[in-house]
Each structure stands twice: as structure tokens, then as C-alpha cells.
T-cell receptor
Framework: GNSVTQMEGPVTLSEEAFLTINCTYT??????LFWYVQYPGEGLQLLLK?????DKGSNKGFEATYRKETTSFHLEKGSVQVSDSAVYFC??????????????FGQGTILTVHP | EAGVTQSPTHLIKTRGQQATLRCSPI?????VYWYQQALGLGLQFLLW???????NRGNFPPRFSGRQFPNYSSELNVNALELEDSALYLC???????????FGEGSWLTVV
């Protein structure tokens, strides 16, 4: 079945540092890829998405590129802020079989940004 | 436009009881999904309903069940509650299979 692997956390950075959170996936066919963010005590918010190979999703300074050759969708931001402190989830949406329709999530990466 | 709304926000139940959680999708969305987020276990897919039919089900026992109503709102029922059912239950919706899934704020279920 489909699976998503995220880099181990937690990640602790100083404000204005560069952020990379690695995400790799295993899937059949051509899944869509997503990054969701969960702020403390809240539900999930869609951060960005990419639906086909070489697509780049971007939002709020965050970017991720759908790399089919390396089955990766790494999240990057050039300069993080304290307000970016949250849990980040990489996810894919399958197109068939037992993964039909559902989102499969990585385990989540806790990001803490210090002033 | 209202997002995905869930109720109740918090629910405390005793082991062995039943819990019912409710979800209203974004207006116009026909698909509803349920996920469980237990502490330390990440997000686990429970159920997917589309146009009133169950389309996919995660690896959960039958005491987890649900339904989708004609107005596309949904209920998640958990029977014979166990302590390990304590979790945040997230509902999400989308306009069909090819569109983005949007999540609600979740319902916290505590089983004591």
C-alpha cells in the first residue's frame, strides 16, 4: 500500500533560519502530494499541494516540488518565523486500490522556532 | 464561507459507552472523511463517504461506524468505547475525488 516517510523530529531553529523537512513516499500510480500544518490545539490546515510530477506548490513562503524520480516532496522555507512553530504533515492521496480516495499521512514533524 | 464544522468540541465518555460525533462539510462538498489522531500514533484513516455511500474504510474494528446523510453531513459512531479510543477525531470534506481535502478543527473524545 501507499506510505509516507517524514524526517524525524523535532526540529528546532532560530528565527530567520532555513527550513527543510524531508518527505518521501511509496505509491502506485500517480498520487497527489500535500503538506498540511497543525498549530497547537487546532485541526489541520492545507499548506500547499502538487498534483503531478515537477509541479511546485507554494504558500506563505513555503515551497515543495513533486519529484517523481526520487519519490520526494521536501518542504522548504527560506526564513522561518516564530509563528511557523507547528506540526507539519506530508501526505499523499491515492488513486486506486485500497488507497482509493484517502489521504495517507507521514508521522508529522514538530517544528519549534525560537526568537 | 463556512469551513468543515464538527461537534461536539469535547466529549467525555465512560468505557463501554457509545460516542457520536458529527460533521458538516463545506457547502457543496459531497465527500466526507474521518480520521483518528491518537497521541503518538499520527493520523489514521477511518472512513470515507461520498454521495451517501461508504467508499473506503481504514483498519479499524466494526464498532467504529458512520453514515452520511442526504445533506452530506456525517456521523461517526464508536460503540463499546475503550480507553485507547481517546483521541482527536478529525472530519474532512472535498468536492469529489480529484479535489483538495479540507479539515475541521476536530472533536476531542476522552474515555475514562
Amino acid at each position: 500500500g501507499n506510505s509516507v516517510t517524514q524526517m524525524e523530529g523535532p526540529v528546532t531553529l532560530s528565527e530567520e533560519a532555513f527550513l527543510t523537512i524531508n518527505c518521501t513516499y511509496t505509491a502506485t500510480g500517480y498520487p497527489s502530494l500535500f503538506w498540511y500544518v497543525q498549530y497547537p490545539g487546532e485541526g489541520l490546515q492545507l499548506l500547499l499541494k502538487a498534483t503531478k510530477a515537477d509541479d511546485k506548490g507554494s504558500n506563505k513562503g513555503f515551497e515543495a516540488t513533486y519529484r517523481k524520480e526520487t519519490t520526494s516532496f521536501h518542504l522548504e522555507k527560506g526564513s522561518v518565523q516564530v509563528s511557523d512553530s507547528a506540526v507539519y504533515f506530508c501526505a499523499l492521496r491515492g488513486a486506486g486500490g485500497t488507497s482509493y480516495g484517502k489521504l495517507t499521512f507521514g508521522q508529522g514533524t514538530i517544528l519549534t522556532v525560537h526568537p | 464561507e463556512a469551513g468543515v464544522t464538527q461537534s461536539p468540541t469535547h466529549l467525555i465518555k465512560t468505557r463501554g459507552q457509545q460516542a457520536t460525533l458529527r460533521c458538516s462539510p463545506i457547502s457543496g462538498h459531497t465527500s466526507v472523511y474521518w480520521y483518528q489522531q491518537a497521541l503518538g500514533l499520527g493520523l489514521q484513516f477511518l472512513l470515507w463517504y461520498d454521495e451517501g455511500e461508504e467508499r473506503n474504510r481504514g483498519n479499524f474494528p466494526p464498532r467504529f461506524s458512520g453514515r452520511q446523510f442526504p445533506n452530506y453531513s456525517s456521523e461517526l459512531n464508536v460503540n463499546a468505547l475503550e480507553l485507547e479510543d481517546s483521541a482527536l477525531y478529525l472530519c474532512a470534506s472535498s468536492l469529489g475525488l480529484s479535489n483538495t481535502i479540507y479539515f475541521g478543527e476536530g472533536s476531542w473524545l476522552t474515555v475514562v
